[in-house]
Each structure stands twice: as structure tokens, then as C-alpha cells.
């Protein structure tokens, strides 16, 4: 711990970011994989089009799709711009939690919840599902990494609190405005991140959302009633709230006196 400590940060710092780029690529498994119910260990990678494997020099985090100019190796059908999107967002989020939370618990904790938000994002995104492999694991480890974090009685409190609210909000709207997927995520959610950060998330992922679905009705694109996966606007609050939820907390507190 004495010699990493005595690294420099912007090599610690892109460390993270290209062990980020590589659980970017697990995340892309995840992502093609869990709404399909495959195993995400066997087999290892193969092309979606042709099913042949893909060689690992290929599987390379972002070079392996720029080496191949975006093309299967073996059949040449395109391969999604998602993928290494993922994988970019994912390494750069990695080096914002290191610079974020330093050599830290925090920082172990946020290395497998804030990838596991991505994958959560695109799955809705794709499928409108948060599927439960994800999020009931996700409550136990929210209790977990929750009570190490804030205690367990704000864990505890959030835990009701994000999932109830959402519960009473899918129970009064007849299971139209809410999927169950969403009621799981803000229980596990509310549990890691305690009560004040998941009354943040709630209402921030209510404006974001409202900001991307507010024009599209505007312009009739979208129906009032038609469906728009919540899941990528309640991801992108808890990044929020994971990065700047307490001084977004603090500015609110303080403004009222
Ligand atoms: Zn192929």
C-alpha cells in the first residue's frame, strides 16, 4: 500500500482508466448477454453475426475495433459503435472514481457499482428490462457496501424509502408508470447510497427524464402514454449523486437558511 501510494496520480489515474476500457468489455458481455440469459463466462467472446470466436488480439479493449474498422474479422458484418463506447465511458468513469476516491474502499465499491450502472442503462435502453440477476444481488451488496459507508440505519432507511416510493408509484398507476425492474434498482440503490442521496436520484432522474421526453411529446414523437425506459435516467442521477450528491445535498441544505 506504502509503494502505491507513492505513485503519481496520473499514472495511477490512467492505470484505472485502462483497467476501466477492459471491464468495459466484460460490461459488453454483460450488455449482449444477461437479457438473453446466456452464461456471461462460456463461451468466451464470439461475433453475434457468425458465431465464430473472436482472437483475442481482435478483443483488444477499443483497438480491437479500430484495428478492425468497426467489421468482423471473420464475416465482416459491422460491429456495433456500442461496444467500444461502452468500453470508453467505462474507463473514464474508473479514472473519475480513482481521482474521485483516492486508494479507497469507496473506490472498490464504486468499481463495480458504477460499471454495473452502465450496464443497466443499455440493457433498459435495448430490452426496457433491469433484470433481476443485477438487482437482487444489487440489494444485498447495497446493504453491505451501504452500511460500511453511511451506517446502517440511513442504508436501511433508504432501502424503504427507494423502493417504496417506487413501489406506491407502480401500485397507483396500475403498473404503467413503473416496472418492477425500476422498483428493484431504487431499492438496491437507496440501500448503497442511503435516504438523502435516493430522494436525490428520485428527483433528479424525474427531471432528466422529463428533459429528454418532454420535447419528444412536444413534437408528437412520443405519445404520453408510450414507453420510455426509466432505467438510463435513474443510472445517470446515481452517477450524479455518486460523484457530487453530497455537495449537490450540502448547496441544498444551505440555501434554505
Ligand atoms: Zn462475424
Redesign the pocket.
Known amino acids: 500500500m506504502e509503494f502505491i501510494n507513492s505513485l503519481p496520480t496520473w499514472l495511477l489515474t490512467t492505470y484505472f482508466f485502462i483497467f476501466g476500457l477492459a471491464v468495459g468489455s466484460f460490461c459488453n458481455v454483460c450488455i449482449y448477454r444477461l437479457p438473453r440469459e446466456e452464461s456471461i463466462v462460456f463461451p468466451s467472446s464470439y ?1 453475434v ?2 458465431q ?1 470466436p473472436i482472437a483475442w488480439r481482435d478483443n483488444v479493449p477499443l483497438l480491437g475495433y479500430l484495428t478492425l474498422l468497426g467489421k ?1 474479422r ?2 465482416s ?1 459491422r460491429i456495433s459503435i456500442i461496444y467500444p463506447i461502452v468500453e470508453l465511458i467505462t474507463g473514464i468513469l474508473l479514472a473519475g472514481v480513482y481521482l474521485k476516491f483516492g486508494l479507497s474502499w469507496e473506490t472498490m465499491i464504486f468499481s463495480i457499482v458504477v460499471p454495473t450502472l452502465v450496464v443497466i442503462t443499455i440493457i433498459d435502453w435495448k430490452h426496457q428490462i433491469i433484470p433481476d440477476v443485477i438487482t437482487l444481488p444489487g440489494i444485498l451488496f447495497g446493504f453491505a457496501a451501504g452500511s460500511y459507508m453511511n451506517g446502517l440505519l440511513p442504508s436501511l432507511i433508504g432501502f424503504i424509502i427507494g423502493g417504496g416510493l417506487f413501489y406506491l408509484i407502480a401500485v397507483f398507476s396500475g403498473g404503467k408508470g413503473m416496472g418492477g425492474g425500476d422498483i428493484k434498482y431504487m431499492a438496491a440503490v437507496g440501500a448503497l447510497l442511503a435516504w438523502k442521496n435516493t430522494l436525490l436520484i428520485i428527483f433528479s432522474g424525474s427531471l432528466l427524464g422529463t428533459i429528454y421526453g418532454l420535447p419528444l411529446i412536444l413534437l408528437g414523437k412520443k405519445g404520453r402514454k408510450s414507453k420510455v425506459p426509466f432505467g438510463p435516467f435513474l443510472a445517470g442521477a446515481t452517477l450524479i449523486a455518486i460523484f457530487s450528491g453530497d455537495q449537490i445535498i450540502w448547496l441544498y441544505l444551505n440555501s434554505m437558511t
Open positions: 461475433c453475426a457468425c465464430n468482423c471473420n464475416c458484418s
